[in-house]
Every structure is written in structure tokens, then in C-alpha cells.
């Protein structure tokens, strides 16, 4: 997509540019802070579900609006935040969103009642989706240079996967040591640490400026129809994809869709410009994305319900047995994800992520009932922890490099949507199929274990169809960025600047 930048747009980014390299570096440390507080509190709430159900009275199906309401908002909200960025300046935003998640941690911390901890949990989507739809696009202003950009992309890529296990332990530990209430007081010195360190480092911008023909009605369109729709998938689990319910809400939030659309289309200053998704990279990547979440976080489900309910793994257990892909997602793109981009491209690298995680799924269709894990199951993790690693950090390289200073907001806030939206489909739809054909064979007199087996067998073959999926729009529609020619001068650099390099200049 070719852009021209405003010139608030290319002030802002040459702002950001200008800073020192030390500033620069530490206040991707200030953002990644933020990406962890909120990746944080995506895991940790499920550790502490139990113990929560049997405070506050929760009822089986209540327990899930603990979850499902902060999903909504935060779903819901997080483009419309990206494109926040854009009008009002991310660091704006991003503040505005520290904030409300971290006055909203607190309320969720003193709630007596399920009512209130569920209202709190709705403002903590909201903030979480305003604090986490801009760092992306903070991070590709602060680092344009080809050289850089990727491995500050891999910091955060480090933090956003490191960050769901640290959750899982630090949930346990609290939930354990102190009672479930820490799980959301510990956001508050995270985040009010945060906030010092955003008011200080982080570049001003105040955007293009929210004028008075922005699209209000467009955005609100937009919000209604992502929240719906993030409704309609969390609640299947409840009512079955063939519900009245679903389908009506599905319905619904397709209508809602469509409106905003035909919104855009006429709209003097539209809130999200449909031109934005004319890019190959940009549609293709999200695309792909979506595919390559659903299957990554249906597989992580549909894993632990095979090494508790099949292998009989404790919890512990399931953690460590997870362990290779936490380890090579979050290392690689910290360390040899950047250099491959630079060396090869950020295409070649995402195709051979994709690649290696496709084997790993496939090598999963394959597991036994009575599996070994260091013969049967290590290998998988291995593939999918390195594919992981390489793919996740590319295409985010690949769906932000068509972005203008004008739009980087909005890329931003797409990448992370299509993120969230896919992981949830994915697991809406693995769980569902894998349930409906273990029961189709439970009725027709086959063995609890053979037919649990089964189903997941077919979860992971549908998992790995989507991951094939999204290597072929990788193959076929994306596209290499355009890189200044300096990049490969820099490849050869024996002492490249490393993050931890420029921190002690």
C-alpha cells in the first residue's frame, strides 16, 4: 500500500526517531512493561478460577463472564484503539489505558461480590485494549531503521509469549501464598511503575487531531460489531454453534459489519480508511494471522486435555511439558528471529515458522494413548516453540511495513485484533469439534479413552489444516517490505546494536 505520510504523522515518527539510542531502548522497555501487565492478566485469572467460584458464589456458567468480559471489551476496542493512536497520539492512549486497567485491577482486587468483579473486568478489557492496541505502533515509530526495528520487535515479541507462562506460575504462587485477590493487586505497582516511566521516556505526539467530521458513528458500528462477534464465538461453548442463539448473535454482528463498512465507504474522515486493507502484506498477513492463532491457541487447549485426561498429567506437569515452546517462542525472537529477517527477509522467515509449526501440529495427529513424551511429544513442542518464535515476530514485521505514519495506529490495532479474534475461534471451534465426534463415538460403544483420543486426533488435524493454510497465503499473497539499502551493509556489522549494547553506552 502506498501512503503518503501527514505531516503530523512524519513528525511524530521523526520525533521518535530523533531520541537518543539509550532513551529509545529504555522506553521500549517502559511499553513492554505495559504488553506484560496485560499478557500477565490474561493467564493469571485461570489459575485463580476455583478459588474465585468458591468465594464470590459464582455458578459454573457465571465463572465464565470472569473471562468472557474482559475478552469482549478488550477485543472489542482494540482496533478502534489503534486508530485512537493515530488521531489523538498513541502515547495518549497508551497512558489513558495504564490508567483505567490499573484503577480497574484495583476495583477487580476489593470485590466482594461476583456483580462487581465482573463490571471491573469489563472497564479492565477497555484499558487493556487501549494499552496494548498502540505498542506496536509506538515501537515501529521509535525504531524505523531496518536494522533495529526487528530486534525491538523481538523484545516485545519476548515479553508478549514469556509473559503467559509467568502468568501461570506467578497465579499459583500468589492464589497459593496469599488468595486470589493478589492476582490483581500485583497489576498495581506494574502499572503504576509503568506510567512513571511513560510520562518520562515516552515521545510526545499529539496525532492528526480529532476533528469534528471524524466518524463517530462508524467507530461505535465498529465497537458494537467486534464485541458481538467476540460475544457470539466465547459463548458457544455455552449454547453449540448451531444455537438459536449463536446464530441470531452471529447475525447480528455480521449486520453490524456490514453497516460500518457501507460507513466507511461515504464517509468524509472515516474512522478506519478502507483503502488501509488494498495492501497484499496488510490483508494477507492479518489473514494468515488469524489461521495461524487459531491453530496455535486451539492446539494449547486441546494439549493440556490430552496430557491430563489421556497421559493423566497433574497441572504441574502439563506446565512443564509445555515448557520447549515457551522457551523458543520467547527466545528466538529476542535473538536469531531479527538476524534471519535481516539476512534472509521477513517472508523466508515467516514461511519457515509456518512451516515447522504445520510439523509440529502434524506430528501431533499422530500421538498415542500411551505416548512417551520425550519420543512422542518433546518433538512436536520443539517445532512448534521454534516456529513460533520466527513466525509470530515476521508477521507482525510483515503486516506493519505498508503502514504510513498515518495509519501505523491502525495496523497496530488490526495486527493485535486478528490475534485475540483468531485465538478464540480457534479454540471455540477445536473444542467443539473435538467434543462432538469423542460423543459421536462414546454412543457407538467405542472406549472413553479410544474415543477421547480420537477427538483430539481430529482437533489437531484441523489445527494443522489451518496452519497449511496460512503457509500458502504466506507463499503466495505476501510479499517482502521494502528496505533502504543501507540494511545490507548492516547485516555484516560485527557489532550490530543489540539492546542490551546500547544500554550500557
Request: hydrophobic letters at 55%; one cysteine or more; glycine letters at 12%.
Amino acid at each position: 500500500m502506498s501512503s503518503v505520510a501527514t505531516p503530523a504523522g512524519a513528525a511524530s515518527a521523526a520525533s521518535a526517531a530523533s531520541q537518543p539510542g539509550r532513551t529509545r531502548w529504555f522506553a521500549l522497555l517502559v511499553v513492554c512493561s505495559g504488553m506484560l501487565m496485560i499478557v500477565l492478566d490474561a493467564t493469571i485469572v485461570t489459575v485463580a478460577l476455583p478459588l474465585i467460584q468458591r468465594e464470590l458464589h459464582f455458578s459454573q456458567a457465571n465463572l465464565a463472564w470472569v473471562t468472557n468480559a474482559y475478552l469482549i471489551t478488550f477485543g472489542g476496542l482494540l482496533m478502534l484503539a489503534g486508530r485512537l493512536g493515530d488521531l489523538l497520539g498513541p502515547k495518549r492512549v497508551f497512558v489513558s489505558g495504564l490508567c483505567l486497567f490499573t484503577a480497574a485491577s484495583a476495583l477487580c482486587g476489593i470485590a466482594s461480590d461476583q456483580y462487581m468483579l465482573i463490571a471491573a473486568r469489563f472497564v479492565q478489557g477497555a484499558g487493556g485494549a487501549l494499552t496494548s492496541g498502540v505498542i506496536l505502533e509506538m515501537i515501529v515509530t521509535m525504531f524505523p531503521d531496518p536494522a533495529e526495528q526487528p530486534r525491538a520487535l523481538g523484545v516485545y515479541g519476548f515479553v508478549a509469549t514469556a509473559g503467559g507462562s509467568i502468568g501461570l506460575l506467578a497465579g499459583g504462587v500468589l492464589t497459593q501464598a496469599i488468595n486470589w485477590h493478589w492476582i490483581f493487586y500485583v497489576n498495581l505497582p506494574i502499572g503504576l511503575a509503568t506510567l512513571y516511566g511513560a510520562f518520562r521516556l515516552l515521545p510526545a505526539d499529539r496525532g492528526r487531531g480529532w476533528r469534528r467530521d471524524t466518524d463517530v458513528l462508524g467507530a461505535g458500528l465498529l465497537v458494537l460489531a467486534l464485541m458481538i462477534g467476540v460475544y457470539t464465538i466465547v459463548e458457544t461453548s455455552r449454547y453449540g454453534w448451531g444455537s438459536a442463539h449463536t446464530g441470531g448473535f452471529a447475525a447480528a454482528a455480521v449486520a453490524l459489519m456490514i453497516a460500518f463498512l457501507a460507513r466507511e465507504l461515504f464517509a468524509t474522515n472515516p474512522i478506519v480508511p478502507l483503502r488501509f486493507f488494498r495492501s497484499r502484506n496488510t490483508a494477507g498477513a492479518n489473514l494468515g494471522q488469524t489461521l495461524a492463532m487459531a491453530a496455535m491457541f486451539g492446539q494449547f487447549f486441546i494439549g493440556v486435555l490430552y496430557l491430563q485426561h489421556v497421559l493423566g498429567y497433574d497441572p504441574l506437569q502439563t506446565g512443564l511439558a509445555f515448557l520447549p515452546i515457551t522457551l523458543l517462542g520467547g527466545a528466538l525472537p529476542l535473538w536469531l528471529t531479527p538476524r534471519l529477517q535481516l539476512r534472509f527477509g521477513a517472508k523466508p522467515t515467516l514461511i519457515l515458522g509456518l512451516a515447522l509449526l504445520a510439523g509440529g501440529l502434524t506430528l501431533l495427529t499422530r500421538v498415542p494413548a500411551g505416548a512417551r513424551y520425550l519420543s512422542d511429544f518433546l518433538p512436536a513442542m520443539v517445532l512448534l516453540g521454534a516456529g513460533n518464535g520466527l513466525a509470530i515476530l515476521s508477521i507482525m514485521t510483515l503486516a506493519m511495513g505498508d503502514a504510513g505514519p498515518e495509519d501505523t495506529g491502525l495496523a497496530s490495532g488490526t495486527v493485535n485484533t486478528t490475534l485475540q479474534l483468531g485465538g478464540a475461534i480457534g479454540v471455540a471451534i477445536l473444542a467443539s469439534l473435538s467434543t462432538a465426534h469423542t460423543h459421536s463415538m462414546l454412543v457407538h460403544g467405542i472406549s472413553n479413552q479410544v474415543a477421547l483420543l480420537a477427538g483430539y486426533h481430529l482437533a489437531f488435524s484441523v489445527a494443522s489444516g489451518a496452519m497449511i493454510a496460512a503457509l500458502l497465503i504466506a507463499l503466495s499473497v505476501l510479499k517482502e517490505p521494502q528496505r533502504v539499502a543501507a540494511t545490507e551493509d548492516l547485516v555484516g556489522s560485527p557489532n550490530p546494536p543489540l539492546p542490551a549494547d546500547t544500554a550500557r553506552a
